[in-house]
């Protein structure tokens, strides 16, 4: 039987984006009050933080699977006895890949809805994730601009963020590739349940506006990938070993940063699968 669970206690830790929930084990058995009070602050604060959390790998799946089916990643390594949980261990011999802003695997057909990161390993200074919001992003955008990106799609490409020579092996890139094609999904999207309008475009895997000129779309691209990663829509965290971060992925950026070397840190993150995002004019 799942426990109750709480008080929770919220507090909120930048006007845009991000807060720190208090009066919850995420190893024990939830009752669906407190599920629901995560998924309210989650879509409020839009990234959540909890703080000295003890989970297994397991436990760690367990909690990610409430909240809808888990995606594997075809690259990362995971846990041998719960595959749905991916190894981020970053070192001198194995330097980070996710150091710039990024939303994760918008390049299938149903992007994750959400992340959860915890931190297993960390070096003794540095290493700190940043978030963005992207609802916050679009609204400080001109009408016309927002105009005119309403009407706009654009392509994902999984090769953007794992170009064949970080497999090292051909063979299994090919076939990561070939059941990863490229996808288009709207330059806005609508967000599904809060029906907010935000940016859908990352530097970690998109390529191409599909109505623009290659120079136009790489013109509008550069200036939108810099404008979401402006610091007044940001938070950032700075990790402790046990510390849990869940994102609502479908209208967020994050950039992990890499100011660590030649130390190492090592996370553990299961990612939800989402819906396929839809546009202002869909």
């Not at 075809?74 to 749905?84: H, T």
């Not at 609502?248 to 950039?255: C, K, P």
């Not at 699968?273 to 202002?280: A, R, T």
Request: charged share 20%; hydrophobic share 40%.
């Amino acid at each position: 039987m799942a426990a109750v669970q709480g008080p929770i206690v919220i507090k909120q830790l930048a006007p845009a984006i991000g807060a720190i929930i208090e009066g919850v084990d995420l190893a024990k058995p939830m009752d669906q009050e407190t599920q629901d009070q995560i998924t309210e602050a989650l879509l409020t604060y839009k990234v959540i933080f909890f703080q000295k959390q003890d989970m297994t790998p397991q436990q760690h799946r367990d909690f990610a699977k409430r909240f809808g089916e888990l995606h594997i990643h075809p690259f990362y390594p995971n846990v041998d006895d719960a595959p749905e949980i991916i190894i981020l261990d970053t070192h001198a011999k194995n330097i980070p890949d996710n150091d710039n802003w990024h939303t994760d695997v918008t390049c299938i057909k149903t992007p994750p809805m959400g992340s959860i990161l915890m931190a297993r390993m960390l070096p003794p200074c540095g290493g700190d994730t940043s978030w963005s919001c992207n609802i916050t992003a679009y609204n400080a955008l001109s009408a016309p601009l927002q105009k005119l990106l309403d009407g706009l799609t654009a392509f994902h490409d999984f090769r953007k963020s794992f170009p064949v020579e970080r497999y090292g092996n051909e063979e299994k890139w090919a076939e990561a590739v070939k059941n990863t094609p490229p996808t288009v999904h709207p330059v806005v999207r609508v967000h599904p349940v809060t029906g907010k309008k935000g940016l859908f475009v990352n530097s970690g895997f998109t390529t191409r506006i599909v109505e623009l000129t290659k120079g136009e779309s790489d013109l509008l691209l550069e200036y939108l990938f810099a404008h979401s990663g402006r610091p007044e829509f940001t938070v950032r965290w700075r990790w402790s070993v046990g510390d849990v971060a869940f994102w609502d992925n479908r209208l967020t950026q994050h950039y992990a940063l890499a100011d660590y070397m030649p130390h190492r840190r090592i996370m553990n993150r299961a990612t939800v699968l989402g819906d396929v995002p839809k546009g202002p004019l869909s």
